[in-house]
């Protein structure tokens, strides 16, 4: 890696500084989202999502406002990595509904108003085994269609009762497409639903 970054930089001396600046920038924002030095964690995986479950617990006072919902989407597109939580709660009386994103980093941000309805089901947060809900995953993974490949988890809305995710997928051996020279890479979107006590994952497509 340290050989890599040496060598664009040099690159970047010899065709400028101007464009240097911009260019060392955007390769460092790559590097940082890759490996996590920006405070993103994949989220497909029982060790990051324990650490949701013990953050929330350690954070929020779940008596004064229980969380019905636990959403988690990626940072940039098709990374699999998120930056923070995003939790939805009621109040006490559950007459009004609130959220608030906690960084991995531990910093928690203030709490807003929502606009749920007030109706929804707490999630037992305590009761709540994450080991199983990283098990759905795998799960939902050996549903994926004969010819596409897992690319990552891009969204998880645990609920009480499931998690519904959001995982793109990559088409074997049109992982990409070349249009006037550029190329990018192609993907699809595809729906599972987990049950939170069994696993067991659903094609929701």
Do not use: H
């Amino acid at each position: 890696m340290k050989k890599v970054i040496f060598l664009l930089i040099s690159a970047c001396l010899m065709v400028g500084m101007p464009s240097c600046k911009k260019t060392m920038k955007n390769v460092l924002n790559e590097i940082s989202s890759s490996t996590g030095l920006d405070g993103s964690k994949t989220f497909d995986n029982a060790e990051t999502l324990n650490s949701v479950k013990e953050m929330l617990l350690s954070k929020c006072d779940t008596e004064k406002m229980p969380i019905y919902r636990i959403f988690i989407t990626e940072v940039d597109e098709c990374s699999g990595r998120a930056q923070f939580v995003n939790v939805s709660m009621l109040n006490a009386d559950k007459t009004q509904t609130f959220y608030q994103n906690f960084y991995f980093d531990g910093e928690a941000m203030p709490i807003n108003d929502n606009r749920d309805s007030a109706d929804a089901t707490p999630i037992n947060l305590s009761a709540l085994d994450m080991n199983v809900i990283a098990k759905g995953i795998e799960n939902a993974k050996e549903l994926i269609p004969e010819g596409y490949s897992y690319k990552a988890l891009r969204m998880l809305d645990l609920g009480n009762g499931t998690t519904r995710l959001t995982i793109a997928l990559t088409k074997d051996g049109e992982e990409t497409v070349t249009s006037a020279g550029q190329t990018s890479e192609v993907y699809y979107d595809a729906i599972y639903e987990i049950d939170n006590k069994t696993g067991e994952a659903t094609d929701k497509n």
